[in-house]
């Protein structure tokens, strides 16, 4: 592709491979929720209106993830993942994403929800005094109306999204795994420049029309 998908003063999105598309690696941090390896799909189940997924593109193992890490080098990133796939190495430390209440029924045969994933931060974090807890909380009522809003999965709040930028350390944020957008507009939303890449054309397209609002997206509504 030889122009961005969407661009405006304060993001870039671009549609395509990130591993072939390289502009977000100007950037100084990468905040990015990659596919996990955990092979992830969802089926469809008669009667209840469930709508079934085949799953997120190269979710079979950790492979791309971790070659995009590769790419990024030694610089400061925040990682999306699972606690049921191995973890990136260079991790600084590793804080817990607590989802919306209704999170993770599906796949649970303990009792307790499956509704927590970590979030990595790897490679060259400021020292700084702790003034934030480790474990980052949405104001979202439910995992599915994110889905459903954002048509994504997977989707991440908006305010867990600025929560985590603004600890951030300063500069261009990079999302080389941009899903439908939530990266991009907490970043913009914080005034900050963005540069974004998804494969997918349709969660590409709900990234563009979102950013397209050109308003403060406020809602806990997000995108992978």
């Not at 590793?94 to 999170?103: A, E, F, Q, T």
């Not at 459903?148 to 999965?153: E, G, Y």
């Not at 990079?174 to 939303?189: E, K, Q, V, W």
């Not at 963005?194 to 609002?213: F, H, K, N, T």
Request: glycine share 12%; charged share 20%.
């Amino acid at each position: 592709m030889t122009a961005p998908y969407y661009q405006d003063d304060a993001v870039t999105l671009w549609l395509g491979d990130c591993r072939e598309i390289t502009d977000w690696l100007t950037a100084d941090v990468l905040v990015t929720d990659p596919p996990y390896g955990i092979g992830w799909k969802r089926g469809v189940k008669a009667g209840r209106g469930d709508v079934g997924h085949a799953g997120i593109a190269n979710d079979e193992d950790t492979s791309v993830r971790d070659a995009v890490l590769a790419q990024w080098g030694a610089r400061p990133a925040a990682v999306f993942g699972s606690f049921y796939a191995p973890q990136p190495d260079n991790i600084r430390q590793v804080l817990v994403y607590r989802k919306p209440p209704d999170s993770g029924v599906v796949g649970s045969t303990t009792g307790f929800r499956r509704d927590a994933e970590p979030v990595y931060l790897v490679g060259p974090w400021p020292a700084r005094v702790a003034a934030w807890s480790s474990v980052l909380l949405t104001g979202a009522r439910g995992a599915g109306a994110l889905a459903t809003r954002n048509a994504h999965p997977h989707a991440k709040p908006v305010d867990v999204m600025e929560a985590l930028i603004a600890a951030c350390p300063e500069g261009v944020v990079a999302d080389p795994f941009a899903g439908s957008g939530s990266t991009l507009i907490s970043a913009r939303n914080l005034g900050r420049h963005a540069v974004g890449v998804e494969l997918d054309e349709r969660y590409c397209e709900m990234a563009s029309r979102r950013l397209a609002q050109n308003v403060l997206d406020f809602g806990c509504a997000g995108g992978a």
